[in-house]
Nanobody, 123 residues
């Protein structure tokens, strides 16, 4: 059974940093895309960033480019999202997700999801 478990959310002031982690278990993730999405109250879930499990290729939403960094540790089966220069508009529940095959920005293409972790950025 595949499990994705996020951790690392919290409350931070604007300009601060947080590091989110996603612990993945239950299968081998070679060939998978690992992604972070976020959902603010009253808004749709939106793509943040993704990384290929095998090659480590990364993609970022324009809204976080230059501020967030995604990485993975194959030995530990973890995916990390380092978030710097946080803004109040980054406030959301952040979700880790996994999909097999081609990269997608559409949440419906992802097979596995974590439970989410709250990130709140105060102004």
């Amino acid at each position: 059974q595949v499990q994705l478990v996020e951790s690392g959310g919290g409350l931070v002031q604007a300009g601060g940093s947080l590091r989110l982690s996603c612990a993945a278990s239950g299968r081998a993730f070679s060939g998978y895309i690992m992604a972070w999405f976020r959902q603010a109250p009253g808004k749709e879930r939106e793509y943040v960033s993704s990384i290929t499990w095998s090659g480590g290729r990364t993609v970022y939403a324009d809204s976080v480019k230059g501020r967030f960094t995604i990485s993975r540790d194959n030995a530990k089966n973890t995916v990390t999202l380092q978030m710097n220069s946080l803004k109040p508009e980054d406030t959301a529940v952040y979700y880790c997700a996994a999909a097999y095959g081609a990269r997608s920005y559409n949440p419906s293409d992802y097979n596995y999801w974590g439970q989410g972790t709250q990130v709140t950025v105060s102004s």
